[in-house]
């Protein structure tokens, strides 16, 4: 019977590891390949010109600039929309007056909990119309027509949010921090409602104010989902590439204005696309896949801490 088991076992594992070889490895090493060559992505005729995509990378100022605007979102994008969807789920599940059930969510948590999720419902394709008519530059715009309306623009010199090159990516930010915040909040609030009740009375029995429960007693025991939330959050900074080729300007998959939001997804597919340059454009996805790959790991390890046990 011991021996006996491996041959069911090989013979459950077998198609889902033909299947994951064959359509995520391979394509990954058919990339790679590729980017050794100078296959223009409209022919089967490529020459192997070796490491020479990659030097080419170093020395392209507009790749190092969607670099830089990844990182941009890399850092920021983690960082604030944590932050908020944990302020918030805190409030909703232990922020509200104690009564004689004890430590409790503030009155309506449920029905906030599905207006901040509702964001996520949302396809992409819906964010970019919502939010150009957020961003529009006329009167009808309603990020302008708020602040004609408060006197800090005129109509005639409206804020120009999208094409201002100092501005763009902070817009970017926003769309996506307030399209995954819901997500996250969700996410955290189903961590802190697993987390005993008893704990927090007896922190708050002991004199603890709520800030002092959030940092030494909440942020400690969600720390794997905090972990987990910017990995997936890390990714999502990495591969923007669907929000700002609609909402940026500029033709071919956006960027605009002059690359000042160019992210390397963008910038990779106008290359393999548009300008016949699929090898090029193959050695940035490598890029894409090393950088992604060794972030997480890096967070992953830079985070770590011992799992407290309740």
């Known amino acids: 019977m ?15 590891i033909v299947l994951y070889v ?11 390949g590729y980017s050794l060559t100078d296959w223009s992505g409209q022919s089967q005729e490529m020459n192997f010109v070796g490491l020479a995509n990659y030097g ?27 932050l908020i969807a944990l302020f918030f789920a805190f409030m ?17 948590a449920g029905f906030y909990k599905v207006v901040f999720f509702f964001p996520q419902v949302l396809s992409i394709a819906i964010l970019a119309v919502l939010w150009g008519a957020v961003y529009r530059t006329d009167g009808s715009g309603l990020a302008n027509g708020i602040l004609i309306k ?21 817009c970017v930010l926003a769309v996506l921090v307030w399209a995954g915040v819901g997500f996250y909040l969700v996410l955290f609030s189903a961590a802190m409602q697993s987390i ?5 009375e007896a922190a708050l029995l002991d004199g603890a104010k709520r800030g002092q429960t959030f940092f030494r007693i909440t942020l400690p025991l969600l720390w794997e989902t905090v972990q987990t939330a910017w990995v997936y959050l890390a990714i999502v900074a990495m591969d923007a590439f669907a929000l700002v080729s609609s909402i940026t300007p500029g033709a071919y998959f956006g960027g605009g204005p002059d690359h000042h939001s ?23 996805g490598v890029v894409i896949f090393f950088f992604t790959l060794i972030l997480s790991v890096v967070s992953l390890w830079v985070t770590k801490r011992e799992k407290i046990e309740y």
Not at 92 to 108: A, E, I, P, S
Not at 150 to 170: F, I, K, N, R
Not at 265 to 282: D, E, H, I
């Open 2 to 16: 011991r021996h006996g088991k491996y041959p069911f076992i090989v013979g459950f594992l077998f198609l889902p």
């Open 22 to 32: 064959g359509l995520v490895l391979w394509p990954y090493a058919q990339t790679f």
């Open 56 to 82: 080419k990378l170093l020395d392209d100022q507009v790749f190092l600039g969607a670099l830089w605007h990844n990182l941009f979102l890399l850092i920021l994008l983690p960082v604030v929309t944590i």
């Open 92 to 108: 909703l599940n232990v922020g509200g007056k104690g009564g004689t059930g004890g430590v409790q969510g503030v009155r309506g």
């Open 150 to 170: 408060l006197g800090l623009a005129t109509e005639h010199d409206p804020v120009q949010w999208l094409s201002d090159p100092d501005m763009v990516m902070w």
């Open 196 to 200: 005993p009740k008893d704990i927090y």
């Open 262 to 284: 160019e992210l390397i997804s963008t910038y990779l597919m106008r290359g393999f696309l548009r300008n016949g340059q699929a090898g090029y454009a193959c050695a940035m």
